[in-house]
């Protein structure tokens, strides 16, 4: 996980007694400067799990210095995308299967099947999600 405590790997770790770590941006400057905390054994084969995908970049970055400290990524686990495809094609770039348990199309249609948003709201956010930094503008 790329945060102190991701939710989604505290649960992992606890109903699966499975090894946990956390992976700082970077190294801290004072102590042990870690980078990765926790206890998983040399050259484990490990799997990122995050709560939220956007751009993929923190989530990545993880990826790339548990595979520079030793570790086989096989892919990582998020509770939720955007779907951007920047992420996507970072992921696939870098070689990393990404999974995701939820994602931005599923929770519209479902949104719109329960009639919490309406046919012309959901081409709103469909334009929204094409280059959120500049809609509206």
């Not at 926790?38 to 990122?48: E, F, M, Q, R």
């Amino acid at each position: 996980s790329t945060r102190k405590e991701s939710s989604a790997a505290s649960d992992v770790y606890k109903r699966q007694h499975l090894p946990l770590s956390y992976i700082r941006a970077k190294a801290k400057d004072h102590g042990m400067q870690n980078q990765i905390e926790g206890s998983i054994d040399k050259n484990a084969k490990v799997v990122v799990i995050e709560d939220l995908i956007s751009t993929g970049g923190s989530s990545l970055a993880a990826a790339r210095a548990l595979q520079s400290a030793g570790y086989e990524v096989l892919g990582l686990v998020a509770t939720y995308s955007h779907g951007f495809a920047v992420a996507e094609d970072a992921f696939a770039e870098a070689s990393i299967p990404m999974y995701t348990l939820s994602d931005y199309d599923h929770v519209v249609a479902e949104a719109e099947r329960r009639g919490f948003i309406h046919s012309d709201q959901v081409e709103t956010l469909k334009e929204w999600r094409k280059d959120p930094a500049n809609w509206g503008k």
